[in-house]
């Protein structure tokens, strides 16, 4: 079983940059991708960026050039790092970890971004 928590979230100005931290309960080496998602208010969650254990990446259209997803196995840490926030950004960004079969999720950390 794997906790996910999830910080770095709050109020940005459009322009402004913000870093997303998820900290997991395990060594994230042994977790084979994780993700980066976002929900907006009465929107579907949606996939932004995920990073395998291999490194390689990948990112949602609206967010390449602005995101860059990292993660650092020494301290069990997911990270998101977001320039050129825009109002459409805003949202509840959640860290999701998979191992094997089973899928985790942390809590969720809201990003609001004002124009």
């Known amino acids: 079983q794997v906790q996910l928590v999830e910080s770095g979230g709050g109020l940005v100005q459009a322009g402004g940059s913000l870093r997303l931290s998820c900290a997991a309960s395990r060594n994230i080496f042994t977790i084979n991708t994780m993700a980066w998602y976002r929900q907006a208010p009465g929107k579907q969650r949606e996939l932004v960026a995920y990073?395998?254990?291999?490194?390689?990446?990948n990112y949602a259209d609206s967010v390449k050039g602005r995101f860059t997803i990292s993660r650092d196995n020494a301290k069990n840490t997911l990270y998101l790092q977001m320039n050129s926030l825009k109002p459409e950004d805003t949202a509840v960004y959640y860290c999701?970890?998979?191992?094997?079969?089973?899928?985790?999720w942390g809590q969720g950390t809201q990003v609001t971004v004002s124009s």
């Open positions: 990073i395998t254990s291999g490194d390689s990446t």
């Open positions: 999701n970890g998979i191992v094997g079969p089973y899928d985790y």
